[in-house]
């Protein structure tokens, strides 16, 4: 099994400015399968990137990813209040798929 | 877009058996896979398992293997997901989860509103 693991666990920024979330994986992950979820309180996770780069539908050019292997990186620039979710990486590449531990992103 | 609608909050008791449904909506739509995520209170996402309905395969995690069942009925739309033997730590948001194929990746683009599945004596 994989094992992603998220950090930092919280994350405290001020609007306007950049936010880096890091994922690294237990083994190689193929790029075409790393994706990035962002959930805020009471409401189902919401996709944000697929293919480790690529931006899900609606999703604004504040969102950003990239990586390779084993290491993977979502950030967020120009951080709005909005932005206060937790974001999860999540492999679907080998079976079991998996999701990282989530980091918790607080806007000041 | 498919917008998925689940079936309501359920309580079970240890040992029982609970199902849930799901049903997609939003036109004619294609779905290459489904799959089921949960969320304990105050925890992050397990993934559960998924079936690729045109194949058919299914993936499951082995830690719910032989407890867990993800069936899909092309015929309504509506896919279920068995959960037996239940447990207190099976308490959970149970959300299914659609994948379009090449159209978001092969990733979870859709995801239902959650079921809240309480197991309690």
């Known amino acids: 099994e994989i094992v992603l693991t998220q950090s930092p666990g919280t994350l405290s920024l001020s609007p306007g400015e950049r936010a880096t979330l890091s994922c690294r994986a237990s083994q190689s992950v193929s790029s075409s399968y790393l994706g990035w979820y962002q959930q805020e309180p009471g409401q189902p996770p919401r996709l944000l990137i697929y293919g480790a780069s690529t931006r899900a539908t609606g999703i604004p050019d504040r969102f950003s990813a990239s990586g390779s292997g084993t290491d993977f990186t979502l950030t967020i620039s120009r951080l709005e209040p909005e932005d206060s979710a937790v974001y999860y990486c999540h492999q679907y590449d080998s079976s079991p798929y998996t999701f990282g531990q989530g980091t918790k992103l607080e806007i000041k | 877009q498919v917008q998925l609608v689940q079936s309501g909050a359920e309580v079970k008791k240890p040992g029982s058996s609970v199902k849930v449904s799901c049903k997609a909506s939003?036109?004619?739509?294609?779905?290459?896979?489904i799959g089921w995520v949960r969320q304990a209170p105050g925890q992050g996402l397990e993934w559960m398992g998924r079936i690729i309905p045109s194949f058919p395969r299914e993936n499951y995690a082995p830690k719910l293997q032989g407890r867990v069942t993800i069936t899909m009925d092309e015929g309504t739309g509506t896919a279920h997901m068995r959960l037996s033997s239940l447990r207190y730590d099976d308490t959970a948001v149970y959300y299914c989860?659609?994948?379009?194929?090449?159209?978001?990746?092969?990733?979870?683009?859709?995801w239902g509103q959650g079921t809240l599945v309480t197991v309690s004596s």
């Open positions: 989860v659609t994948s379009l194929g090449i159209l978001d990746g092969y990733s979870w683009g859709s």
């Open positions: 939003g036109g004619p739509v294609n779905i290459y896979a």
